[in-house]
């Protein structure tokens, strides 16, 4: 640079000094003495000149090699080069253009570095050797230019023919060992590959499990292609076409991962549109949410980010071009979860609510890792899935509530025919029993209660729930029970208060009877035979138990009290001043009231409704226990007393037997034919 500078100085004295000659002629000897001490610097600038002059001419020729291979496959000048592609051809062909386009980008730098001398010729003022320098540089940019155009066309189209919708169904598959990497390529004769070998790798069988424990890593587009994007990508980078490089692969790819969560299930709708759809619609697509968010976050965008750091890593964009391809995708599938985190809460919606809660709870630590740089968009991706988390949390607990109030505000005035179980009996315990699914999250969701449970509101609450209820309600020592505990103990004394209401319903109290036997003991099945037993303890069971049987015994004696009591003696004797002696009109009365009372009871009772078969069978042995033997005795002390009487089988229409028979046919729920089993007991 010093000697630049000093060149410089004494070209400026030289020309000052041109302008000064002939001012006087006693000068002229001076400038003669003067340009002679420069001999020697002039001469080594000329020799530097020559130089330049030389590498520049070396450029040129380089560069009219390069262009030409550049310019034909120029698209704006050539047919023959818009109707075909490059590495569609020869690989010789590709690996030529590389090298020109490599051989562009040097001249390029070394003419935009190559400094040459200004002319010594005083009568070029313009400096036409730096001009014609530059008039190189320009051709060579624009060659360039061309080649990075061309380039653009073979990326875009490469990705176009690789970047086909992956198979959701394949990704969907589950395989019985542990998967690290699947492909799926786009060529039809790799597939058929595929499938032709049953002996290969589950790496090479296509299907994924995305439960398995490791990183599962599939292959988007064909890794043969991969090392060509990447060749093409550096090109475009080292020559300053770096965005628009990135923002090729980012509209072509990001459009595949949009299209690829559709076929997975996951549609691109606007919350309105999720909150207005019927609750079937809307349940089909939680579960497919919750099943479809596993292999779009483990899978798809761990695979995506793969591809981009195999492209662009290198080349120190990889995060970004990742992150702007997958910011849509991934706000696609949390839109979802968003919309569905602040609908409207009912009670069909916990199960859905708290499996989209799970996924995504297990999904966080994945979204983190795969959004992990400080990026505005990384950093935005990452919070928006935390507070969705939270905002699903806080549904799933106000699912919970809600449920809860439904129980209580559930006022069906339609008494259940036969006093068989109630629906809402079946639909609560059902509910209950799947909340064990969910046990640790609930115990999670909950957990904020042992404060409440500690100051005594939640004991205050659950109190409030049993105030219409018996001193003797069954509770138990709760005092050491957990939020989900206390919550299941309150649900399920909610539902005993409103069966207790629905029971007197019922006009005939030996139903209502049966009707709370029914669904009590359907419940304390339901405990007995679930994880329900161990979180309320065997204590609620055998109260529970106890309630069963107390309500069976009430139902006897309020439906057969009046049949037994047709069987007693009083009335009957009359009582003389030597002797007693059986009144035949009475006795033929009390029998004929006797099946009167009896015709009733079996006229209705087989209308109604035992389901649990043991219970049954119990019902009817007990009963028969009481009936028959009291009604043996009442045949064995007075039968012989109407023997002598005309028509006799109109007062003594049954045996023992009989009646034994009959008592088969209660709790059927199908009303029975006295006639026909009459015959068939003849027969």
């Known amino acids: 640079m010093a000697g630049v500078e000093g060149d410089e100085r004494v070209i400026a004295t030289a020309q000052h000094i041109v302008r000064s000659l002939g001012t006087t002629e006693n000068m002229t000897q001076d400038m003669i003495r003067i340009f002679s001490s420069f001999d020697n610097r002039f001469s080594s600038m000329s020799e530097r000149g020559n130089a330049q002059a030389q590498a520049q001419s070396e450029i040129e020729e380089r560069l009219a090699f390069a262009e030409e291979m550049v310019l ?36 390029t730098e ?16 313009q400096n036409n050797n730096n001009n014609h320098r530059n008039d190189i ?14 380039l653009q066309q073979e990326f875009r189209h490469i990705l176009d023919q690789e970047s086909g919708i992956f198979d959701s169904e394949r990704l969907g598959e589950r395989n019985q060992d542990p998967v690290s990497r699947v492909s799926f390529c786009s060529s039809s004769t790799h597939e058929e590959d595929v499938a032709d070998d049953t002996s290969t790798s589950p790496s090479a069988n296509g299907n994924v499990d995305v439960n398995a424990d490791v990183n599962i890593i599939v292959d988007l587009i064909s890794p043969m292609v991969i090392p060509v994007l ?39 709708l606007s919350i309105e549109e999720i909150q207005k759809m019927d609750w079937e619609s809307l349940e089909g697509k ?48 949390l839109n979802f979860s968003e919309a569905v985190a602040i609908s409207r809460r009912s009670p069909e919606k916990l199960f859905r609510i708290l499996d989209m809660y799970e996924c995504l709870s297990d999904l966080l630590p994945d ?78 969701l909950l957990i904020d209660e042992e404060n409440e449970l500690k100051n005594g509101d939640f004991r205050r609450q659950l109190s409030n729930n049993y105030m219409d209820y018996p001193e003797d309600d069954c509770r138990g020592d709760n005092s050491n029970m957990s939020p989900l505990a206390h919550r299941v103990l309150s649900i399920a004394s909610l539902l005993e208060l409103n069966l207790d209401g629905k029971s007197k319903l019922y006009k005939d109290v030996s139903l209502s009877y049966l009707f709370v036997m029914n669904n009590v003991h359907y419940i304390v099945q339901k405990v007995k035979s679930s994880e ?66 009896f015709e009733e009871v079996y006229r209705n009772q087989t209308g109604w409704f035992v389901p649990d078969p043991q219970l049954r069978e119990e019902l009817r042995i ?40 009959y008592l088969l046919d209660l709790f059927e729920g199908s009303q029975g034919s006295m006639q026909h089993q009459r015959r068939r007991s003849n027969s």
């Open 110 to 125: 070394s003419l935009a570095t190559l400094t040459l001398p200004f002319s010594l010729s005083l009568a070029d003022p």
């Open 286 to 333: 939680m579960k497919k949410w919750s099943q479809a968010a596993k292999i779009a976050v483990g899978v798809v965008m761990a695979s995506e980010k793969h591809l981009c750091q195999q492209i662009f890593g290198e080349l120190g964009c990889g995060e970004i071009s990742f992150v702007e391809t997958a910011k849509g995708a991934i706000t696609q599938l």
């Open 230 to 268: 990447k060749d093409i990508a550096e090109r475009m980078v080292a020559s300053d076409y770096k965005e628009e490089c990135c923002q090729l692969y980012t509209c072509i790819r990001r459009d595949v991962l949009e299209e690829g969560l559709y076929r997975l299930g996951i549609e691109k």
């Open 532 to 597: 329900l037993r161990t979180l309320l303890g065997d204590d609620w069971v055998r109260k529970h138990s106890g309630q069963v049987r107390q309500n069976a015994t009430n139902y006897q004696r309020a439906a057969w009290n009046k049949v037994l009591s047709c069987l007693r003696d009083e009335g009957i004797c009359i009582t003389g001043s030597f002797s007693n002696r059986v009144s035949k009109d009475a006795l033929k009365e009390r029998f004929k009231s006797f099946n009167s009372a």
């Open 367 to 444: 979204i983190n890792s795969i959004f992990s740089d400080e990026s505005p968009v990384s950093t935005s991706i990452r919070e928006e899935a935390l507070g969705i988390l939270t905002r699903l949390g806080e549904a799933a607990k106000g699912t919970f509530l809600e449920f809860e109030n439904a129980i209580q505000t559930e006022t069906s005035r339609t008494p259940i025919p036969g006093g068989a179980i109630h629906p809402l009996t079946r639909y609560v315990m059902n509910y209950i029993r799947f909340l064990f699914d969910y046990t640790d999250t609930l115990k999670h």
């Open 72 to 107: 034909r496959w120029d698209m704006n000048s050539c047919d023959a080069a818009r109707q075909s592609m490059i590495w569609e051809g020869p690989p010789d062909e590709a690996a030529s253009y590389l090298h020109a386009v490599d051989e562009v980008h040097r001249l």
């Open 622 to 661: 007990s009963i028969a226990e009481k009936l028959l033997p009291a009604y043996r005795s009442f045949m064995g002390r007075f039968k012989s007393h109407l023997e002598s009487v005309r028509h006799v089988e109109r007062y003594i229409k049954y045996t023992p037997e009989d009646l034994e028979i």
């Open 137 to 150: 540089l320009d051709r060579a940019q624009n060659v360039l230019h061309i080649a990075m155009a061309r």
